[in-house]
């Protein structure tokens, strides 16, 4: 059965499903509790109550030429949606559905059309009709606003549409659009709640939820807190004033289900779940709360916080926020586990890193990162994401999300060592896909932290030189060989010497930061000479270098490069990052400055699929013949006959390669221009003696000579569909000089994908437009077919004018479950 459970646009979650003839019942009631506007704007009549005649037609669905989908809010139908094919066989059905007053404008049509859409087009209807009254706006918009191409027609009082079903560019960003902001505000109630209630506060005042409660009234939460015992004034949640979007429940295991029953009855938007529970607890958990249309942070979680409101509702009863007035922090921050968690805020409170708000999803049986990641798309009290991801729900959503988030704010990722999405790629490809994702990878806790306070109070830079100063002429050169070694270039350095005073140094830095051959600059400063042994707790040198601090804080006050700092002793300045070691410093610099370079370039189009593109053909070949990818024609022999019979009805020379390695001219497994059948045996007689008598042969005309270079396509389960480039041949191979990027490529995409190979500069006269045009296509036939698992055309020969596929190989098989495509639902 087809089902899902999905979110309306505010938030609340509902389920969806095809309908059952045991529907009958709840069916009747929900038309009954239809006002009669809604009646009439459905059937054009008053229809008060339901014929049994139409009552069993409406229950009773084939699901191919007729289906119905039914919405559930709880124990009862909210909405029915439902097909009718017009025909037997017809590729055309006519459409409706219908929507309980208390529930409509709140996304619920957009759903049901989504789901109708796809379970028509996968029984060959390619169009649906809908007949809508005029005066019935709300549906003329759930239809027009959906992202098809709809035609209209008014006649005889009624607006008759009509568009293919089949998912656009525009209706797909339409529903990603949806997706997000639903998902958005579904976490924004969650984190920024208008009152709280907390299950399983002790009476003594001890313990998990007796600890929530206080720090939630200690950290000055502008809304109400209930708290709920069994044994205080408050028993229920119902029993409270006003609405509650947040329940904290820190009960024991075997409590569990009689809090969400109870929160459920009082109307609760969310869970945040701070007990840990086993994985059948879990499911049950979900399901609960999702049949009442709660959403459930954890279970096992150290609890949620968020600056804006001043909400703690965490175990932990410092968090890094600014005492008022000053601003919150625009650091969001995420993790799964409690351990990690008091692990990250002790770490962003000793850095004076403000967070905007903190998510630890435990269990992470609902909300996942990517809910969070959605959420901090749009919030405006968040500028850098930072995450320290142990496993994903949803990888190829992750990487989905992360493309549109990445280019508007940075994402900073630490990913556990759990063999995260179970990818193919090795890491170093799982990283590069990743950063022309958006997101910056880091490889532990501290440069998670490097980064994001770089991120979060430094200019973006315009350019990749790295400029330094130093005062100490050693220093320098260190930091200038970090940053060679980083791959970046050494903008203006230099050094003002160890016996600088505050003033002479801090007219240093004002210089190089302006200078014109500067993009961001380093600043590395040792404690002045003489000195004695460094102190413990080096307050001595602390206190030496708090003049040039200072010197360095007015010097850079105006500046609008990013600029970090090393102090080999004390602190730095307040507005300056300042790091340990010089090897940090530029380290987290390098990657503000990689992620501004990927921001400048323009994310391109993608281009439209050629006319004649069929996703669903039969074999590897047609299928790339639909996409406008010709391969060389070949035909296979077998003895030194059938040889020379197939060079003979050749028209000229001809290339004779062993089936099964036709690119390995390196083990002789290619006999190149031979012109008759005499050179044809020959040449197979040594194939056989190489490979064996009776050897399979391909026997291909001869085209022109070129670079060979290798495109792949491989369905990595992180990822999705992704598309692989490298230059042909053993070396390359051996080496592992391949490039990856996510299906679909846009043009700008390809372009760089080309460019990416370590061997690129063999490329040098080649036709690049050429191989980004194959590359494009490529990424688009592996987005769209289903079935294709893998691709490689190797070699494909790229000539200083167009190129030549000799070769293709792949594999297709039943599509499998793609759980980031068609009909928005919640994993």
Not at 72 to 90: H, N, S
Not at 377 to 401: C, M, S, W
Request: aromatic share 4%.
């Amino acid at each position: 059965m087809r089902s899902a459970d999905v979110l309306l646009a505010d938030g609340t979650a509902v389920h969806l499903r095809q309908v059952e003839p045991s529907d009958a019942d709840a069916v009747v009631a929900m038309h009954a509790r239809f006002s009669e506007r809604t009646r009439y704007l459905r059937y054009f009549s008053p229809y008060p109550r339901i014929p049994a005649r139409d009552l069993h037609r409406f229950v009773n669905v084939d699901h191919v030429d007729r289906e119905a989908f039914v919405v559930a809010a709880g124990d009862r139908l909210i909405a029915v949606g439902r097909y009718e094919r017009l025909g037997e066989g017809a590729p055309v059905a006519e459409v409706a559905f219908v929507v309980e007053d208390a529930y409509q404008g709140r996304g619920v049509g957009s759903v049901l059309l989504e789901y109708l859409s796809a379970a028509a087009g996968e029984v060959g209807i390619s169009r649906f009709v809908a007949e809508v009254l005029p005066e019935n706006g709300a549906m003329l918009r759930v239809f027009t606003d959906a992202g098809y191409e709809v035609s209209r027609k008014f006649a005889d009082g009624v607006v008759a549409l009509t568009f293919p079903v089949a998912p656009t560019e525009r209706s797909r960003a339409v529903q990603a659009d949806r997706e997000q902001r639903t998902e958005a505000r579904s976490v924004a109630r969650l984190l920024r709640p208008g009152a709280v209630a907390v299950y399983g506060a002790s009476s003594a005042g001890h313990g998990v939820g007796a600890a929530v409660l206080a720090h939630l009234r200690g950290a000055g939460f502008a809304g109400p807190v209930h708290e709920i015992h069994p044994k205080g004034p408050v028993t229920t949640v119902s029993q409270v004033d006003g609405p509650v979007d947040l329940a904290v429940v820190a009960v024991p295991p075997p409590a569990i289900a009689d809090v969400v029953a109870d929160a459920a009855a009082g109307g609760v938007h969310g869970l945040l779940v701070l007990t840990e529970l086993d994985p059948a607890a879990r499911r049950e958990l979900v399901r609960a709360a999702r049949a009442a249309g709660m959403r459930v942070i954890g279970p096992g979680s150290l609890g949620v916080a968020d600056a804006t409101v001043r909400l703690n509702a965490t175990l932990v009863p410092r968090l890094p926020w600014p005492a008022p007035p000053a601003p919150p922090g625009r650091v969001g921050l995420f993790c799964h586990s409690g351990t990690l968690g008091l692990l990250l805020l002790a770490e962003a409170d000793r850095r004076g890193l403000g967070v905007s708000s903190f998510v630890s999803a435990g269990r992470r049986a609902d909300v996942s990162g990517n809910d969070l990641l959605q959420f901090w798309a749009q919030d405006p009290h968040t500028d850098v994401i930072a995450t320290y991801l142990e496993t994903f729900g949803n990888p190829r959503k992750f990487a989905r999300i992360a493309r549109a988030v990445g280019r508007h704010k940075p994402i900073v990722m630490l990913a556990g060592h759990t063999g995260i999405g179970g990818s193919a790629l090795d890491d170093a490809a799982m990283q590069a896909l990743r950063a022309h994702s958006g997101v910056i990878e880091v490889g532990t806790v501290g440069e998670l932290f490097d980064v994001a306070v770089v991120l979060a109070g430094q200019p973006v830079p315009t350019g990749e030189r790295i400029g330094v100063i130093a005062n100490a002429y050693p220093l320098a050169a260190l930091a200038a060989a970090e940053i060679r070694a980083s791959g970046l270039p050494v903008g203006r350095a230099g050094s003002v010497g160890p016996g600088a005073d505050p003033a002479e140094f801090g007219a240093a830095v004002r210089d190089v930061v302006r200078s014109d051959d500067v993009d961001a600059l380093v600043v590395v400063v040792a404690p002045p000479l003489p000195t004695g042994p460094l102190a413990a707790d080096q307050s001595a040198e602390t206190e030496l270098l708090a003049p040039y601090a200072a010197a360095l804080a007015r010097a850079v006050a105006e500046a609008d490069k990013p600029v970090v700092a090393s102090f080999l002793a004390g602190q730095g300045p307040a507005g300056v990052p300042s790091f340990r070691s010089i090897e940090e410093a530029v380290r987290a610099l390098a990657q503000v400055i990689r992620r501004a370079a990927w921001l400048r370039v323009p994310p391109g189009v993608l281009p439209p699929p050629p006319p004649g593109a069929d996703p669903d053909a039969p074999t590897v070949e047609a299928l790339l013949a639909s996409y406008g990818v010709d391969v060389v024609g070949s035909v296979r022999a077998v003895g030194a006959g059938a040889v020379a019979a197939a060079v003979e009805a050749a028209a000229g020379p001809v290339a004779l390669k062993v089936a099964d390695r036709p690119h390995r001219i390196d083990l002789g497994a290619v006999r190149l221009n031979l012109a008759g059948p005499d050179e044809a045996r020959r040449a197979y007689a040594d194939l056989e003696q190489l490979f064996g008598a009776g050897v399979e042969a391909l026997v291909q005309p001869m085209v022109a000579p070129g670079v060979a270079v290798v495109v792949e396509v491989a369905d990595d389960p992180a990822f999705g569909p992704v598309v692989g480039f490298g230059l042909g041949g053993p070396v390359t191979e051996l080496v592992g000089d391949r490039a990856w990027r996510a299906a679909p490529l846009t043009d700008a995409d390809a372009a760089a994908l080309v460019r990416a190979p370590r061997a690129f500069p063999l490329l040098h006269g080649a036709d690049l437009d050429a191989l980004a045009e194959l590359l494009v296509r490529v990424g688009q036939l592996a987005e769209e077919a289903p079935r294709l698992r893998r691709l490689t055309l190797n070699p494909v020969l790229v000539r200083p004018t167009g190129l030549s596929v000799l070769h293709a190989s792949g594999e297709l098989a039943d599509p499998q479950p793609r759980p980031d495509t068609g009909p928005r639902h919640l994993r």
